[in-house]
Structures are given as structure tokens and as C-alpha cells.
């Protein structure tokens, strides 16, 4: 499998992973490369995808975004250590969810533990890293960067 397609199937799979797990309204940006070698991260999440392909798939976001959808899946904003908790395991299920669409087209990969950034104020990029923004209604945007190796 090219790496283009790889891409194409891994950000495509992210998307529908974000739909299927916050029950809002959401749209989206269309993917394209991200030339920036560093990005600055307020608040999001790193996991590696390992396996028939190696990615680092991160969702940043503004704190408050965070809150916002911790408020709305769990009943409560919350802040401190449970906002880095709830960051960590809403990357879990959004990238847990991404694993299994993209094992049903053959791409079996497996996940790493999650990576809180907090405050991240340069974070170095694979070369290949493609970005799509997600807008949910009501809540904010959050970016999701796609960097992949040819495995």
C-alpha cells in the first residue's frame, strides 16, 4: 500500500472516529500537508499507530474545547489532572475506534499508551504530516495531525 493511500485511509478513518465518538454536530476541513516541521500544542494527545503502518497521530485543541467535551460526555467540565485524563482517553477511544475501521480494509496496526502535551510549545513533526481541522458545533475546533512512515 502506497503511503499516499495510507494517509488517505488513516485521515479519512480519524474523522469518521471523531463522528462516531462525540454525538455533536461536527464538520471538517479537507486534509492537506502540513509543511511546518514544529507545531505549538495548548492541549492534545499523541498515539502511535505501530504495525502494517507507523503513524503519530495527534489531536490538539484549545483547553476549553477539552472541557467543553468532557461537560458534554461525562456531565461535568473538568480541569487539572482529570482534563489531562479525559485528553488522554478521548484520544484512547478516538484512535482505538481508528485502529478498528482500518483493520476491516486490511491495515492492521496496534496503539501505544497515550501521550498527554500540555503546553507543548514546539513539537517536532514526521516530514510526511498531513492536518485536518474538526469543528464541533457548539464546542470548538480541534486540529488532528497525521505524520506517517513508510513502514
Given at each position: ?35 511546518q516541521e ?17 503513524a503519530q ?37 478516538i484512535v ?56
Amino acid at each position: 500500500m502506497s503511503l499516499d493511500l495510507s494517509i488517505q485511509h488513516v485521515i479519512t478513518g480519524a474523522i469518521e472516529s471523531v463522528k462516531a465518538i462525540i454525538p455533536a454536530s461536527i464538520s471538517y476541513a479537507e486534509p492537506k500537508l502540513y509543511i511546518q516541521e514544529t507545531t505549538d500544542i495548548s492541549l492534545g494527545v499523541l498515539i502511535t499507530l505501530i504495525g502494517d503502518i507507523h503513524a503519530q497521530l495527534i489531536i490538539q485543541g484549545e483547553s476549553t474545547v477539552f472541557q467543553k467535551l468532557a461537560g458534554m460526555l461525562f456531565g461535568m467540565e473538568v480541569e487539572g489532572e482529570m482534563l489531562l485524563s479525559f485528553t488522554g482517553e478521548l484520544g484512547n477511544m478516538i484512535v482505538g475506534n481508528l485502529t478498528m475501521q482500518i483493520s476491516e480494509i486490511g491495515i492492521k496496526t496496534d496503539i501505544t499508551p497515550p501521550n498527554v502535551l500540555s503546553e507543548q510549545k514546539e513539537y517536532y513533526l514526521h516530514s510526511e504530516t498531513v492536518i485536518t481541522s474538526i469543528y464541533v458545533q457548539d464546542y470548538g475546533k480541534m486540529d488532528i495531525l497525521l505524520g506517517l512512515k513508510a513502514s
